[in-house]
Every structure is written in structure tokens, then in C-alpha cells.
């Protein structure tokens, strides 16, 4: 087995990649307007398990289309959960991934709570340093730009019984992505779902499942009905509990320069628990900023912004870093988040997250993991 620059082992991934990749030009006029989630590196990872033989055949091959069975257990019972992790590249060259290991965490959690096979941790990002070693040249330069990391596993067992699969895959697929906000960072506009629930105690909130975003479109096609961007989940018992906005955390900032402080709500089992959010605990504590996770109501937002006690709410995950929220509305009204642009507070944290992630400031936590050196 190899190891990674911090002596983990690695899962050792065969390598046959695509002898047909893309030509530097195009590829260069892909990483000029990458969008999100459009365009797909020339390879992939790909590792199976059986009960018989556990995980094994991990190998690196030209991404390309999958053959299945129409009986393929996941595609009728949804046992298929994923991971989103970025690579970024410094101005030096190198190439770094943020806190991987966190991910191959909770891609564990998820399986279990899935009654799926738990992949290796040595596996998991293993198969992101064979694949960003071999396509590293897609990975872009500039800021706000990364090589979006898709890990995701699904049963594979052939027929209709309902049972956990005695056969799974897992791939690794990479997008590169643009800026989120191209032209500058713009408030979302959210809606408070009273009809939909995204998660209840007991269920699979915790775990990221293929299902969960599934069951949450309808309640983000109301959310654009009423003009907005983005839903706000509510807890499943008295829709009264701030839970999530679609798939990111949340934070509210509560005062202003130096008495600023941050809640964000409890992990209570229904929430994704976000590595992004978990960070921003962190670089709170380094900015001096106090930061609780706390059980914040429907009620406590909308007082809070009309007495003036909340002054900033953002949203947090991989894919947009820190997304503010300008106005929220409900059945019973709207209202608007102090000045419904990006609050100062806002802006500082996503700065400090961004200035960890390009290199731009000293990694004092050793979140980055470094992949392809300078
Ligand atoms: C992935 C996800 C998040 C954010 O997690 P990060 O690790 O910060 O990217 C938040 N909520 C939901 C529902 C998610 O699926």
C-alpha cells in the first residue's frame, strides 16, 4: 500500500485510464466557463463489493456511460448515497483537497444508516488522489474556481426482493466548477415550507441519500413558485424549528461589529451535519467571534429581524462556500434580513473559509490535504 502526504495508507487503485482524453483546447475552453456539474473529467473511479470478497477490483477507467440491469436493486429501492468535495489549486501549482476525511466519515455514517457496505476510508480517498493525480490538468486556476469531487455508492444487486443489496459500487466522477457567484455575491431569497417536510426524528436527515434530495423537490418548486430561490426546512413535529435551507446550514448573526455572535442550528439528527458548518465553528472561534449551535424558531428570525437583534443570515455547504440570505417568507408574511444585502459579518467568514481553501492564508487546523505538489 501507498500513503498519503500525511502516512495514511491508500488503497491501492489500478490504473488504466482513457487512452482518448480530451484535447488541451478543449479542455481549456471548458475551464474558461465551467458552470456546475456539466462537463466531466476523461476519468473515473470505480470499486465493487460482494459479501464473498468485500471491497475489491478498484480501478481507475475512462468515465463513460454505466451498463445495469433494469432489476438493479438501487434504481427501485434507492440505496445510493454520494459525498461533494472540492480540489483546488493554489498559485503555486499544487493541488489540494479541504478535510477529505471528514467526508469519507460521514460517507460511512450514510451507508450505515442505509444498511449499505461502509467503504474504507483508505479507499475513499484513495480514489481522489489516483483521480486528481491522473486528471489534474482539469483542475482550474482562479479563485472561486475548484475540481467539484463526486463520491457516491449504489446497491447493485439484481432482482425485486427488499433487502439491503449483497452487492454495491462505488464511483468517483470530477466536474470542474466555476465561481458560484460570477458576478459578485448575491442574497438568496428563501421560503419557509409548511406543507413539506425534508427529515423527522428517526429518519435519514443525517445521512446524504439520493432519496432525501428526491423527496425534496417538490417543496423547492413551491419555494420558486412564490418567488423564491431556495426552501427553508422546518423540523417535522411543530414546523417551528429552523432546521436547513435546501442543501446547506444555516447561520444567523445576531449584533454587529465586535458584540457580533453566531448560532447555528443543533445538530438534533434531522440536519446534515455540513463539514462547511463544522469549519465555520472553527474560524469563528479564530476571528473571535462567539458561535453557539442553538434551537432557533420561526419566531426568534422574524422577531429578531424586525427588533433588529438579527442583523445577517447566510447558508453554508461545498458547493457555494457561504450564500446570504436577503428576505424570507411564509404563509404568514415575509420579512427582510437586516438590509437584505451581504452583511459584513457574512462576508468575513466566507473570505477566511476561501483564504484556508486557495492558500491564501496559513492552514493552522491542517484542513488541506495536499495531493499534487508545486
Ligand atoms: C451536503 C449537504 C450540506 C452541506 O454539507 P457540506 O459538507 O458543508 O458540503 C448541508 N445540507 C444538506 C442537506 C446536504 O446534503
Known sequence: MTADATGTALWPITLNPSTNPASPERRAEILADPGFGRYFTDNMV?????????????ELVPYGPLMLDPATNFVHYGQSIFEGLKAY???????????????AGRFKRSARRLAMAELPDELFVGSIEALVRQDHAWVPEGSEKSLYL??????????????PGNAYEYMLIASPAGAYFPRGVKPVNVW??????????????????????????????EASAHGCDQVVWLDAVERRWIEEMGGMNLYFVMGSGDGARLVTPSLTGTLLPGITRDSLLTIAADLGIRANEERISVDDWRDGCANGDITEVFACGTAAVITPVGQAKSRNGSWQVGSGESGPVTMRLRQALLDIQTGEAHDKHAWLHPIVSA
Open 150 to 163: 463526486r463520491p457516491f455508492m449504489f446497491s447493485t444487486e439484481v432482482g425485486l426482493g427488499v433487502r
Open 89 to 103: 489549486r493554489h498559485a503555486d501549482g499544487s493541488i489540494v483537497t479541504f478535510r477529505p476525511h471528514m467526508n
Open 192 to 221: 419557509l415550507s409548511d406543507d413539506y417536510v425534508r427529515a423527522a426524528d428517526g429518519g435519514t436527515g443525517e445521512a446524504k441519500c439520493a432519496g432525501n434530495y428526491a423527496a425534496s423537490l417538490i417543496a423547492q418548486a
Open 46 to 58: 470505480r470499486a465493487k463489493w460482494t459479501e464473498e470478497a468485500g471491497w475489491h477490483d478498484a
